[in-house]
């Protein structure tokens, strides 16, 4: 008697996330810690405040890989699908970190508007921005492309946030350039742009993370295609029913089919191993349940 399901992960696609787990976390730890040291010894406003959203993004690269880490282990009695549910729960977090973020941009930006900009520190400072923005730059190309090849949409919100750190960055820099040799008020202006652009970003990893929490259903276009994959199994007559929804970051589907009633049990085995075989070829797809009914039925 099985309790639980058997179905694994592969290891080539468990080797890419624990790649892409420890890019995230050794990237932040480094870039948080000699941003530490250039506050330190430069007493720069700008690299401080830079200093202490890369401390925030090594916790939440703690929280990623603790909670990813679970969502790869195999099904057990206590979770008998599997831990999947927990990868967009830690999307979720980063989702909030994110919006946080923009926040402290935007507030920022008004601030320097009532108050006024702060002369921009050559030298060491501007060094640590610039390579921090790099650095950044490098670790959303890396992520983003192991997100797309394992399909993970939580390593694809941390592979965003990369990239809003990066942009924040050099706007930082040209920003506050341009306030000091051209207009005043470039920096806050700047800060307000990318605030607005990080806010749309966390708004989709948002509504995405929230979508497979809530159990969302698939997009019409992919509804289509499951019922034309369906219909050109041999066998099947008509597909009255497709439910699907989202259980963690991969499609359940729920199937009725009508079959010729005179079929042989091992004729509609046959039909109904074939459907699930050609749906669960689909990425987006982890299970498929087909309830198989004679024409009359609907």
């Known amino acids: 008697m099985k309790y639980y399901s058997d179905h694994k992960r592969s290891n080539e696609n468990n080797q890419q996330l624990y790649r ?45 890989v603790i909670g990813l880490l679970i969502a790869v282990r195999p099904a057990d009695i206590s ?3 599997g831990h999947r549910r927990f990868e967009p729960l830690v999307g979720l977090v980063i989702s909030i970190s994110m919006a946080w973020a923009g926040y ?12 006024g900009t702060r002369a921009f520190e050559f030298g060491l400072p501007s060094l640590v921005l610039l390579c921090s923005a790099i650095i950044k730059a490098l670790m959303y190309w890396l992520i983003n ?25 050099f706007t930082a820099i040209v920003g506050i350039i341009a306030a000091r040799f051209f207009y005043p008020l ?44 369906i219909a050109s199994v041999p066998g099947v007559i008509n597909v009255h029913q497709i439910f699907t929804e989202y259980v963690g970051t991969k499609l359940l589907l729920d199937i009725h089919i009508n079959v010729d009633g005179k079929l042989t049990l091992y004729e509609v085995h046959a039909i109904e191993s074939e459907i699930e ?12 349940y087909i309830h198989i009914e004679p024409p009359e039925f609907d």
């Open 186 to 229: 470039a920096d806050p202006i700047a800060g307000i742009l990318v605030s607005i652009w990080i806010f749309r970003a966390a708004f989709k990893a948002l509504k995405e993370n929230l979508d497979f929490l809530t159990g969302a259903g698939a997009k019409a276009a992919e509804r289509e295609d499951f019922q034309k994959i």
């Open 20 to 64: 892409a787990l420890i890019i995230t976390l050794c990237g932040n730890v480094f870039l948080a810690v000699i941003k530490s040291l250039a506050a330190k010894y430069s007493g720069s406003s700008a690299v401080t405040a830079d200093a202490y959203n890369s401390i925030s993004d090594v916790l939440y690269s703690v929280m990623l």
């Open 145 to 169: 492309r192991i997100s797309r090849k394992i399909n993970s949409p939580t390593l694809s919100t941390a592979a965003i946030d990369n990239l809003m750190d990066t942009i924040t960055s």
């Open 104 to 115: 402290q941009a935007v507030a920022d930006s008004i601030d320097k508007i009532i108050h």
């Open 277 to 288: 075989s050609r749906l669960t070829e689909n990425p987006e797809v982890e299970r498929a």
């Open 79 to 81: 979770h008998p699908q």
